[in-house]
């Protein structure tokens, strides 16, 4: 006999009310944890090392033939009315490039790098009180709910070719334990935080009545559960677990930092999220410029490869900034770690485009 099962109980997204196309997704994530490792790279279709929109163009396929699997956005100035994003990618075109992403079951993620609402600074710019200041009754609430309504209208705006409306990963408040941002570990109290994580979560979904949301919960670096834990909103109010880490210092010790700091944290990661039933995954990470020609077999395969997550995402291939410094975090044509990213490409544990397809995601 079929009984009725509590949702609450069940392993469903936070949204009891997620579009069919977001509760498929959230089980195939799930299902996908015993197959391998998704790659995903920002702002994969928009650019590269010496390119910006050239249609069909990715680093990632230049280099491998594939697309990623997972493909991150970012949504910085969305809030400010701006046609185009913190990192000049019209928005326009993103949407574009998210539906095509979509259909050919892509993964999509958003992160926000919203201005500082109390200051109008950027969102580096951590004022004492801008985290209180945007909570209901801050002088801020009416303001910060306006920069929702615009991210809602964005997102609602995000169909397939059915009209269905498309699927993301809304990765919110980023690197909170970082001290960087106007929302990180000294601006805000951890009641302050889950505060405004739920008014947020609150306002997209029960407000806004938004429902092809997951919701990822990510710090940076950090050093134990309990360290991971201080601000967590709850499992009510969270879907994907994950966190950003970056390799700063060249060279073997460096890349043995790497390996040693990215597993010690991988285990953890696992080890909530299988507690929480949650989704876990490597929400951020690179190597800037990746100097080393084996870093991907030999230092990030090594990190990841005893883990079931359910992806990595590389940042962005800016390219050469008008400072002439680069950033990168992927090879290009021609990069030194080229032939090993080919290599890793080819494990059959790590995930790109051709490994999955539409039905395998969303269906
Ligand atoms: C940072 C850098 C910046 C960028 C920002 C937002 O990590 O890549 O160049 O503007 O992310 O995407």
């Excluded at 929302?183 to 092809?212: A, M």
């Excluded at 002439?324 to 770690?337: C, N």
Aim: include cysteine; glycine fraction near 8%; aromatic fraction near 14%.
């Amino acid at each position: 006999s079929a009984k009725s099962v509590n949702r609450k109980d069940a392993d469903f997204p936070i949204d009891a009310n997620a579009t069919k196309q977001t509760i498929n997704l959230y089980h195939n994530l799930k299902k996908l944890l015993n197959k391998g490792i998704m790659f995903g790279h920002q702002d994969d279709l928009a650019y590269g090392v010496g390119w910006k929109y050239v249609p069909g163009k990715s680093d990632v396929k230049e280099v491998t033939g594939d697309y990623p699997a997972v493909y991150g956005f970012e949504l910085g100035r969305l809030e400010l009315d701006h046609p185009v994003n913190i990192d000049s990618v019209p928005f326009d075109k993103m949407r574009g490039f998210i539906k095509t992403a979509y259909q050919r079951g892509g993964v999509i993620t958003l992160s926000w790098h919203l201005n500082n609402p109390l200051t109008g600074k950027t969102a580096w710019d951590p004022a004492p009180g801008t985290v209180a200041s945007i909570l209901p009754g801050g002088e801020k609430n009416d303001l910060y709910k306006s920069w929702l309504d615009k991210v809602a209208d964005f997102i609602v705006s995000l169909k397939g070719e059915h009209d269905e409306q498309i699927p993301v990963i809304l990765r919110l408040f980023h690197e909170l334990n970082g001290n960087w941002f106007w929302w990180g570990k000294d601006h805000c109290t951890p009641e302050e935080f889950k505060e405004l994580w739920h008014f947020t979560i609150s306002y997209l979904r029960d407000t806004r009545h938004i429902h092809q949301l997951l919701y990822a919960y990510n710090t940076d670096r950090f050093s134990s559960k309990e360290d991971y834990l201080l601000k967590y909103p709850g499992n009510e109010w969270v879907d994907v677990l994950g966190f950003d880490i970056y390799q700063r210092k060249k060279g073997p010790e460096g890349n043995e930092e790497f390996i040693h700091s990215a597993d010690t944290m991988l285990t953890m990661l696992d080890q909530i999220a299988f507690a929480g039933n949650k989704i876990p995954a490597l929400t951020e990470f690179g190597y800037g410029q990746v100097p080393d020609s084996t870093w991907w077999t030999q230092v990030l395969l090594k990190a990841l490869d005893h883990h079931k997550i359910s992806y990595a995402l590389a940042w962005r291939n800016a390219g050469f900034k008008p400072s002439g410094e680069a950033e990168y975090y992927l090879p290009y044509k021609g990069q030194v770690s080229q032939k090993d990213f080919i290599k890793f490409y080819k494990q059959p544990n790590i995930l790109f485009q051709k490994d999955l397809s539409y039905k395998s995601i969303y269906e």
